[in-house]
T-cell receptor, first 113, second 109 residues
């Protein structure tokens, strides 16, 4: 069982470029999340999806978009990357939105120059 | 505002006991969670408390006092592999997790 798979593992990107981080889960979880983790700060929620076909904004959604066309996939897109989006991005899933037991992917380290 | 406070770093000795404290202030409360994160890896779930008291799970225990907005994670019989960051998170009334910055635990032989 793979759990949650993220791609790419790491990426260096020029400012202004478009980038999509992929996330796939095989646990049939209803809820999925995208977080960014920066040194000295707690995990910050970017976007979430409580179930396929729905998405919501988290704490830091500006500059990011998501879609949830099916249960398994939850891609995160940076339309025009900026250096402040340099971070480690974690995708996570949970059985439902009201459980705090999240399962995380291995993370995607993104550097925007 | 919503806030989670935990120490930035702690050091302990192999075989000893360490207590990592967390204070929280969130809009509503639906549980307190602890996660472990080894360097360069993903966080993994450790424990969940929603009622006051101590929850024990092997070498790890977690305590909650809702009236004080306080929790701690207790690690016994420390092993070198316990060197990691420990993240405290409170779930607010909207079922959103509010995360602390994490406590880096360094274990010395």
């Amino acid at each position: 069982i793979a759990g949650i798979t993220q791609a790419p593992t790491s990426q260096i990107l020029a400012a202004g470029r478009r980038m999509t981080l992929r996330c796939t889960q095989d646990m049939r979880h209803n809820a999925m999340y995208w977080y960014r983790q920066d040194l000295g700060l707690g995990l910050r929620l970017i976007h979430y999806s409580n179930t396929a076909g729905t998405t919501g904004k988290g704490e830091v959604p500006d500059g990011y978009s998501v879609s949830r066309a099916n249960t398994d996939d939850f891609p995160l897109t940076l339309a025009s990357a900026v250096p402040s989006q340099t971070s480690v991005y974690f995708c996570a899933s949970s059985d439902s939105r009201d459980t705090g037991e999240l399962f995380f992917g291995e993370g995607s380290r993104l550097t925007v120059l | 505002g919503q806030n989670i406070d935990q120490p930035t770093e702690m050091t302990a000795t192999e075989g000893a006991i360490v207590q990592i404290n967390c204070t929280y202030q969130t809009s509503g409360f639906n549980g307190l969670f602890w996660y472990q994160q080894h360097a360069g890896e993903a966080p993994t779930f450790l424990s969940y408390n929603v009622l006051d008291g101590l929850e024990e799970k092997g070498r790890f225990s977690s305590f909650l006092s809702r009236s004080k907005g306080y929790s701690y994670l207790l690690l016994k019989e420390l092993q070198m592999k316990d060197s990691a960051s420990y993240l405290c998170a409170s779930m607010d009334s909207n079922y959103q997790l509010i995360w602390g910055a994490g406590t880096k635990l360094i274990i010395k032989p």
